[in-house]
Each structure stands twice: as structure tokens, then as C-alpha cells.
């Protein structure tokens, strides 16, 4: 009875479910099974070789190896009637990886001589075998993982793993915010140099000079120099703390246009960074792109930055960068991008007929942006009061969404959907009005990522102060909170009813999986749903659940955080290679390509969804949906 149960299960197993059962018989005479508790280490790096093949009955094994830095590198999570150790018996010289048990585990062990006659005897399993697990191929391999975590220390990596207060150069020379104009000029033609920091007298950093100042706001403007340098200062000041690292200093100085960073050590001025600190850190800088964005004229002049796009992506993916790091980079630029579009449109067409601002919402909004570039923009106006001006602004809008739209499409900067739309270019009161009506069952649908608005051009606190009015309406009404949790269960999580990956039946994408709207978007949502929960007015998902376990004690804040990464890491990944490869990266992955370890990993974050949905129906489900 118990040979006929081994049988049973090998019959399951790959590729020994291609023998025979009488060959199956055989095989099975001379196998051992043995019990390995949690924790327990059954192969060792760089140690003895297997002697059997381990094919799991129950329970789980992590396989993993060990950098000269200690630093762990996992290669495959692995379960029932899946095998290991098959590669260092076959090469007979050493384990090439690490092999313990996740939980309580019971494996069949396979003899080594068992395995070498049925792949000597047995064609379809020896081909399977090698063509899974080429020894060869896999030295290679295991050589060159070896490398990549142990190796030299590239300039992008470097962004990552140094701190600001490691390249930062001595405190810069500073002045009183009284002191005229012209005495900063001379200080600062004495020293040689183009800035100066205007300090208080007890030494906090109020603003900045530099030599640009001089130019656009004395020179151009006859200014009076005998005028007290804060009438030019630059303020708000931008600065970094000294334990930050380089790229998030890099990504500021990208964000606000400046080519001079200040560098803050418990508030106090510790000293300053430039765009030259970090050409001299990585040899080239992501500015330079940000300065070849800016002095393009002309959209056919853009049409050539999609592929810088893909080339600096992978530099950062090559070199540890994290998923938000990528996302946040990209959206930066596309930023950058919109604005070269409409200082383009401004130079045809003239300013605005009436005072505006753009912004970004959605994954734009959030700093989270991919290479689909699904980015969203939306237009708020100053009021006007008769139909002749509001003819005007209707035509000078329509035409800029027109320009940004294919603008953007011909230099393959966008997904299929126009990232302008008339429907969201509206005055101030009209905005106020389509929001009054969320949650009480009348209007049109609207976009949950209004939550997310971030203006990127012209009068920022027209959008802040619209976002502020949306979130201080959904805390005083339920009905909202009800119908953005509708709204947000409306994506189901992709797993079938045996937790299998749900993917498309048919069409041009059958057999893959939307990763973004089936896994990255309610991740997204439900961040959103608790942070309005609880008062949180950051934008981006990671910051809201950086905020919910660290002031509110949400437990299911970290796990979420781990999952976004994830699948973002994942989405990315794909993208590149559908660029690489010469096609347009969308969010669709095929799950078969995955390993088991990305495909376990996948089925989790889905499973991690469906317990908070469960929870949030239970909180607020009224069958609305958010209108």
C-alpha cells in the first residue's frame, strides 16, 4: 500500500509523471523519506554534493546563496512536488546553493544511482533536466550572481548606497539677510563663487543667492542694489538631510529645477551639493537628461527621449534601485516632459487667457509612474465672468489638450488613452461643484486618483486647495468613504477558486495578466481608503502606509508596503524587456514565464489583497459605486 501511494505522488511530479507506472515501480524500490523540521539546513553553499535527489511530499525549502557581504540572495521558494539538488549531483563537486526548510518538511530522497540510470535510460526526463537545469549554464551563473552582489562599485550604484553627508563639500559662505545687494555681489566676486546662503543670526539657512538671481532679478528688473538681499532670495529653501542618500538628493534637485542642494544635519547648515558633486560620484548625471528635456523646441526634437527613458531605467535596475526610486524618476521626468510640451504650445500660441494650473493625478499624482506612461493631467482655472472669456478659455484649453495629447502619442509617451481629457479642464467652481456631488448617487464618474492631484505647473494652491476641499468632504460624509470602497472592490483579486492566476481567456493579450490593474491599482486603492481613514494628506502609497504604521499602528501597513514593491518591481522588470525587445512596454506580464519563487510571491500579494477587501466590505459595503 505505501509503494502504491509513492507511485501515486510521483506520478505528479515533474518529469517523472512521463514514465510509466511500472517504471515508476522501479524507481520508488529504493527511495528513503525523511522528516526535516523548520529551520533545518539540508544543503550548504560551497559544500559536499547532493547525494539524492530531494522531491517534497509536504511542507517547503528556500533556496538561496550567500554573498562575500553575508547578504542573501534568493534563487527559489519550493513546494510540494517540486525537487532540489539536482545540479550539484549531477556536477558531483559542490552544492552551488543553500537549502533550508521554511516549515516542518517531509521529503522523498532519491538515490543518486536511481537518477543517473533513469537519465540515462529515459530520454524525455534526462532532456527535461537538461534543458532546466544546464550545468554548465548554471556555473556560469552562479559565477556571475557571485559577482554582481560582490563586485566593484559603479556610479549609479553609488547614488543608492552613499549618504549625502559622505560627498557633501564644507558649509558654504553665508550672509545676513539685511545685507544690501551689492555687498553680496562683491562677497560673492571675492570668493569666486556663484551662491551664497542667506542665514539668521542664529545661523539657520533662510534662502538663497545665486549668480542667475543677479541677472533676472537686479540687472533685468534695474533693480536698486542698495536693497536688501531677501528681496531676491530664493525661498522656500530646498534642502536634504545629511543621512538621506544621493539619489533622493538627486531626484529634489531635479524636481525644483536647481543645480544647488543644501545639506541640513539637525536642522543646522552642514553644507552643499551641485549637479558637479554628482557628476564626479557616478561620472554622468540623470540632470543632464533633465537639461536636454529643457533646451528642446520642437516635439520632433522629443521624439528621441522614449529610448533614454528605457537606457537610464535599466542603468538603475542594474545597480539596486528600488522600485520607487525607478517610479519616482520616471515620473520626474515625464513632469519635464509636459512642461517642455506647453512652454513649446505657449511659444506658438500665447499664455493663458486666464490665470491656471496643471496637475498630474493618478499614478503621476503619486510619484508612480512606469514605462506605460499612463500618465493623467487635468486643468484648473481662475473663474470668468461673461461667455465671451469663457469661449476663449474653452478654445485655448481644448487646443493645448489637443497638442499634449499628440504630442505625447507621437513620441510614444503615452498608453491608448489620451492623457488630457476636455472633461477634466474646468474652472474652480465647477471642480467644487462635480466634487459636491461624490457620494450622493447623482453626477458622472469620476477618477479615483483625483485624491492623488499634484500640480506641476502654474498656481499650485489652485490644487491644493481643491484636494484639500475633496478630502475634507469625504471626512464628513460616509457616503463618499462607501462609495470609494465600492468602487475599489470593483477589481477583484486574479485568483481562481483554487488560488491559480486568473488570466485573460482571450484577445490580444490571452494568457497574461494585467499587473497594474489587477494587482498594483487595488494595493493603490485600499492605501487610499485607510489613509483617508485616518487623516493622512500624503499622496504617494508608500508614504501613506509609511504614516499608517508609523503613527497609527496599522499592522497590515507593512506587509502592503512589501507587496507594492513588489509588484511594481515585477511590472517594471517586464516593461523593460518588452522595450528592449522593440515593443511598447504595457502592464501585461505572462505568469508562465515567472519562476516559482515570483509566481508564489504573486499568488501572496493577491491573497494579501483579498484579506484587506474583506475587511473593507465589511467596513463600509453599500453596493454604491463612487459617482
Known amino acids: 500500500m ?26 520508488v524500490d529504493g527511495i528513503l523519506m525523511e522528516y526535516y523540521p523548520k529551520g533545518e539546513q539540508i544543503l550548504q553553499q560551497d559544500g559536499p554534493p547532493s547525494e539524492f535527489l530531494g522531491v517534497i511530499k509536504k511542507g517547503g525549502v528556500k533556496v538561496y546563496q550567500t554573498t562575500e557581504n553575508d547578504e542573501e540572495v534568493i534563487v527559489d521558494l519550493r513546494g510540494e512536488t517540486e525537487h532540489f539538488g539536482i545540479l550539484s549531483l549531477l556536477s558531483g563537486d559542490r552544492s552551488r546553493n543553500n537549502v533550508v526548510t521554511i516549515e516542518d518538511t517531509i521529503c522523498y530522497q532519491v538515490p543518486k544511482k536511481t537518477v543517473l540510470a533513469i537519465l540515462q535510460n529515459y530520454p524525455e526526463v534526462n532532456e527535461y533536466f537538461l ?13 556571475e550572481t557571485r559577482k554582481a552582489y560582490t563586485g566593484g562599485t559603479t556610479g549609479e550604484q553609488l547614488l543608492f548606497s552613499t549618504k549625502v553627508k559622505d560627498i557633501v563639500r564644507a558649509v558654504p559662505k553665508t550672509i545676513a539677510p539685511d545685507i544690501s ?29 545665486t549668480d542667475r538671481d543677479f541677472r533676472e532679478k537686479v540687472v533685468a528688473e534695474a533693480r536698486d542694489v542698495a536693497d536688501p538681499v531677501k528681496a531676491i532670495m530664493n525661498t522656500p529653501l530646498i534642502s536634504i538631510d545629511s543621512e538621506d542618500n544621493c539619489f533622493e538628493a538627486l531626484l529634489r534637485m531635479i524636481r525644483h529645477r536647481i543645480h544647488h542642494i543644501l545639506v541640513l544635519e539637525d536642522e543646522k547648515l552642514k553644507g552643499m551639493l551641485t549637479n558637479h558633486d554628482f557628476m564626479l560620484l557616478q561620472g554622468s548625471s540623470p540632470t543632464i537628461l533633465v537639461k536636454e528635456i529643457g533646451q528642446i523646441k520642437t516635439i520632433e526634437e522629443l521624439k528621441e527621449t522614449a529610448p533614454k527613458f528605457y537606457k537610464a531605467v ?41 490665470p491656471y494650473a496643471l496637475f498630474f493625478f493618478g499614478g503621476g499624482g503619486r510619484h508612480e509612474l512606469t514605462l506605460s506612461f499612463n500618465v493623467k493631467m487635468g486643468v484648473v482655472y481662475k473663474d470668468v465672468s461673461s461667455p465671451e472669456q469663457q469661449q476663449k478659455v474653452d478654445t485655448y484649453f481644448r487646443l493645448l489638450a489637443e497638442t499634449m495629447n499628440s504630442s505625447m502619442l507621437a513620441c ?50 489652485r490644487v491644493n486647495s481643491l484636494r484639500q476641499y475633496l478630502i475634507n468632504r469625504t471626512a464628513q460624509s460616509r457616503g463618499i468613504m462607501e462609495a470609494l470602497a465600492a468602487d475599489t472592490l470593483q477589481i477583484k483579486p486574479p485568483l481562481g477558486f483554487f488560488k491559480d492566476i486568473v488570466v485573460e481567456k482571450g484577445g490580444e493579450h490571452k494568457n497574461k495578466l494585467n499587473l497594474y490593474e489587477k494587482g498594483i491599482k487595488p494595493l493603490v486603492g485600499c492605501a487610499r481608503i485607510y489613509g483617508l481613514e485616518k487623516g493622512v494628506i500624503r499622496r504617494s502609497t508608500l508614504g501613506r502606509l509609511h504614516e499608517l504604521n508609523s503613527r497609527h499602528g496599522f499592522k497590515a501597513a507593512e506587509d502592503m508596503a512589501q507587496a507594492f514593491g513588489y509588484l511594481n518591481a515585477l511590472l517594471i522588470h517586464s516593461q523593460l524587456r518588452q522595450a528592449e525587445e522593440g515593443g511598447p512596454p504595457d502592464n501585461f506580464i505572462n505568469p508562465d514565464i515567472l ?6 510571491t504573486l499568488k501572496e500579494s493577491f491573497q ?7 475587511e473593507i466590505e465589511g467596513n463600509y459595503w453599500s453596493g454604491k459605486v463612487l459617482p
Not at 532546466?132 to 551563473?141: P, Q
Not at 545687494?181 to 534662502?207: F, H, R, T
Request: proline share 2%.
Open 2 to 27: 505505501l509503494k502504491d501511494e509513492i507511485i501515486d505522488f510521483f506520478e505528479k511530479v515533474m518529469p517523472f509523471n512521463r514514465l510509466s507506472r511500472e517504471t515508476l515501480g522501479e524507481m
Open 595 to 600: 519562476t516559482s519563487f515570483e509566481r508564489k
Open 314 to 354: 535599466s542603468s538603475l535596475l542594474r545597480h539596486g534601485a528600488r522600485p520607487h526610486n525607478i517610479t519616482g524618476m520616471i515620473t520626474e521626468l515625464m513632469e519635464k516632459i509636459t512642461n517642455t510640451v506647453v512652454d513649446i504650445f505657449e511659444e506658438k500660441n500665447g499664455g493663458s487667457p486666464v
Open 412 to 461: 510614444d509617451l503615452t498608453g491608448k488613452e489620451r492623457c488630457m481629457k476636455t472633461d477634466n479642464i474646468q474652472s474652480a467652481s465647477t471642480w467644487h461643484e462635480q466634487f459636491k456631488k461624490w457620494g450622493t448617487g447623482a453626477g458622472t464618474g469620476r477618477d479615483r486618483g483625483f485624491f492623488d492631484m499634484r500640480a506641476i505647473r502654474g498656481e499650485h494652491i
Open 608 to 614: 494579501l489583497t483579498a484579506r484587506l477587501y474583506a
Open 181 to 209: 545687494i551689492q555687498q553680496a555681489a562683491v562677497e560673492m566676486a571675492a570668493n569666486k563663487i556663484s551662491s551664497l546662503v542667506v542665514v539668521d543670526s542664529a545661523g539657520l539657512p533662510l534662502g538663497m543667492v
Open 131 to 143: 534543458k532546466s537545469f544546464f550545468v554548465n549554464l548554471l556555473d556560469k551563473t552562479y559565477e
